[in-house]
């Protein structure tokens, strides 16, 4: 089952892909990761979609990473008499705690943290954006609105507010009790929705306590502007342009999408595109030329994995799409021009042993035309390095952690294999040439380089370089 491609694929689980058998279809058309979105679904639901990824891990003899999704605080007007409505542009509209279903004259908006933190002029948007709202009043339990832009109200549609930041947890109670549910099972990723601060990431990783890595969800312009707090509290981020493109304008999304990209690649963070990238699949046996093009430019800047939402959760088409992204990410990755974009961005190495190991295997890889880079590697830092550089070369992480080689699938160019440990230099080089040819990697006569830590099984010790040859 090795990949020839070095970025992932995230593919989102749901109705049209809670079968074992087309699980398994998108696994072979090749999804790395699997994403749990807890927006939706039951914890019974979940548990059975991993107890069907475990074994399927099993089968196939191949570490699988799951990431389960957060809903987070999220922001929707309340019930409407006859289940919608429709907003005249110019017309006054009234957002308040009153629980009356509302009609088009008022709404309930059932979060009483909103309206202390509205003043004249901010910009209230409804149902991604589609509606806008201008406060013209605020008071402790309801704000007047104008109406900018006008059109049909449902019932229960999101609410956001770009320009303020709400004093609110991104963890509510749902979203603990799914996160204590996740973690007893095993999921090797947490995504936080709705980051707004430091803080939230904070919070979460002391709650998560080690047992998996967590990932922020850019979607807020709050979230854009501290990204640098953000990366340091995180190991990886998701650039959620769903919400984020409700929030910022269309035009600015590309934009921040690169310097997100290239702030955590010169953070040694992993980095996820997601949202819509093949959206007409959900319905569409083929993507539009634009999706194509999307997914690419993706790859082209050196995002770690791109994702699929609704297009393997509850589109017609679920296999097909992850093949789609599948090709469409081998061919951008053997593009004429592809080496020289993404190595423009190549970060600076930090001064330490373990980045100047990493930054002179991948010279050496190239220069002698290595197979692979073999990592062995406890808690994944080492890989890691590796990946930051994107080296020509694949990197064939070992490790005899079970939960490093299940979260680091996600990172570019890692083929994950959990495995024994070593004890000596000797044993290093058997076993990593002995690997390299089970997965295909190697054949008699190919070079490897090694990197590793001494003694073995410190985390984050790389201080070994090795050329090995397999016989």
Known sequence: MRRTRSAKIVATLGPATSD?????????????????NFSHGSHEEHRRNI??????????????????????????????????????????????????????????????????????GTLLLLD??????EVTKAAED??????????????RKGVNIPSVVLPIS?????????????????????ALSFVQRPEDVAELRKLVAGRAAVMVKVEKPAAVEGLDQLLELSDGVMVARGDLGVELAPEDIPGVQKDIIRACRLAGKIVVVATQMLESMVRAPAPTR?????????????????????????????????????????????????????????????????DAISEAAAQVATTISAAAIVTYTTSGSTALRAGRRRPRAPILLLTSELSTARRFVLLW???????????????????????????????????????????????????????????
């Not at 074992?20 to 999804?31: N, T």
């Not at 309801?142 to 019932?155: D, I, M, N, S, Y």
Request: glycine letters at 8%; hydrophobic letters at 40%.
């Open 413 to 471: 160019g890692a083929h994950c294999v959990h495995t024994a440990d070593v004890h000596s230099l000797g044993e290093m080089v058997e076993k990593a040439t002995t690997i390299a040819r089970q997965e295909s990697f190697a054949s008699s006569g190919s070079k490897l380089v090694i990197t590793a830590g001494v003694p073995f099984g410190t985390p984050g010790a790389t201080n070994v370089l090795r050329i090995a040859w397999v016989e």
């Open 128 to 133: 991604d954006g589609r509606l806008r709202l």
């Open 170 to 190: 991104p963890l509510t109670a749902k979203d603990r009790t799914d996160l204590n549910f996740g973690l007893e099972m095993g999921v090797d990723w947490v």
């Open 51 to 120: 107890e069907i990824l475990r074994e399927l891990e099993v089968q196939s003899g191949r570490s699988i990473c799951i990431l389960q999704d957060l809903q987070g605080p999220k922001l929707r007007v309340g019930r409407l008499e006859s289940g919608s409505v429709i907003l005249q542009a110019g017309d006054p509209f009234r957002l308040d705690l009153d629980k009356a279903p509302g009609n088009d004259r008022r709404a309930p908006l059932p979060h009483p943290e909103i309206f202390s933190n509205l003043q004249e």
């Open 20 to 36: 074992p058998s087309v699980i398994r279809r998108l696994f072979e058309a090749g999804a790395d990761v699997f994403r749990l």
């Open 290 to 354: 634009a999706e194509a093009s999307d997914v690419a430019t993706a790859i082209y800047d050196g995002a770690d994995a791109v994702m699929l939402s609704a297009e393997s959760a509850v589109g017609s088409y679920p296999v097909e799409a992850v093949a789609m992204m599948n090709r469409i990410i081998e061919r951008t990755e053997r593009d004429s021009s592809y080496r020289a974009i993404i190595e423009a961005l190549d970060p600076e190495p930090e001064p330490n042993a373990a």
């Open 142 to 155: 309801h704000a007047e609105t104008r109406v900018l832009v006008g059109g049909p109200l449902k019932e």
